[in-house]
């Protein structure tokens, strides 16, 4: 009785660490699996210009539960990839040159918070619409496209304000603008001028020309009858006898 009892006992046992040994391998199998799908992942995005998430699947695969020689693999992609991820440092400055803080800004749509503050960012390579915003300017949009493996590349853009700026005006100009005429300081009268009075008669042109006329014409006669006696004195002299 015992005997069978033993030997049931070392069938349970032996049925017990087979199916955790089969557990244990089902285990790796399935780790082994993940790691290379994560891989491959890897592998399709870092072709399409995706380095980031590239890197994020080559750091999955390199985890310490991944079989050896995968985990070997992408511990080199991560840092090849590494290599290859592009940064960009950004600034704002105003229309005057100041430095501009807390700007905001978005690549493809997707905010990179406070990005133009000197310090570099990775960004993937390719072509990129960047939007840069900041209280009291007016968004300011640009098209870059950046170069896989470029470093350290430096943007700095003037946004340009919302309101108008004012323009100083020279001191000559200023003078001139005082100096000249204005019709708001002298407005042009649209009322009808006064009627003219006519001038009294012997206060005319007329008038005193027709006394004048009659003055010489007076003369005239005086003294062409003052010449016409005095020689009829002469011949009535000539012809009384002495």
């Known amino acids: 009785m015992r005997l069978v009892a033993s030997a049931w006992l070392s069938m349970v046992t032996m049925g017990l660490a087979a199916a955790h040994s089969a557990s244990g391998a089902d285990s790796a199998d399935g780790g082994n699996g993940e790691c290379s799908d994560a891989e491959h992942r890897a592998d399709i995005l870092e072709r399409s210009g995706k380095l980031r998430e590239a890197r994020a699947e080559f750091e999955s695969c390199s985890e310490p539960t991944c079989p050896g020689p995968v985990r070997e693999e992408c511990l080199k992609r991560v840092a090849a990839v590494g290599e290859l991820m592009p940064t960009l440092v950004l600034g704002a400055k105003d229309a005057d040159g100041n430095d501009l803080g807390g700007v905001q800004v978005k690549v493809d749509g997707i905010s990179m918070s406070h990005a133009a503050d000197g310090m570099p960012h990775e960004i993937d390579p390719g072509e990129h619409h960047i939007v840069f915003e900041a209280q009291g300017f007016a968004p300011l949009e640009k098209i870059w496209v950046i170069m896989e493996g470029e470093k350290g590349r430096r943007e ?37 001028p006064a009627p003219v009075q006519p001038l009294p008669f012997w206060k005319s042109s007329w008038f005193w020309g027709a006394v004048g006329a009659a003055a010489v014409v007076g003369c005239g006669i005086y003294f062409a009858s003052s010449q016409d006696s005095s020689s009829d004195r002469i011949h009535l002299q000539l012809q009384v006898p002495h």
């Open 156 to 192: 700095r853009v003037v946004l340009p304000s919302r309101s108008p700026r004012k323009v100083d005006v020279e001191p000559s100009v200023k003078a001139a603008t005082l100096q000249a005429p204005s019709l708001a300081t002298h407005p042009i009268s649209t009322a009808s």
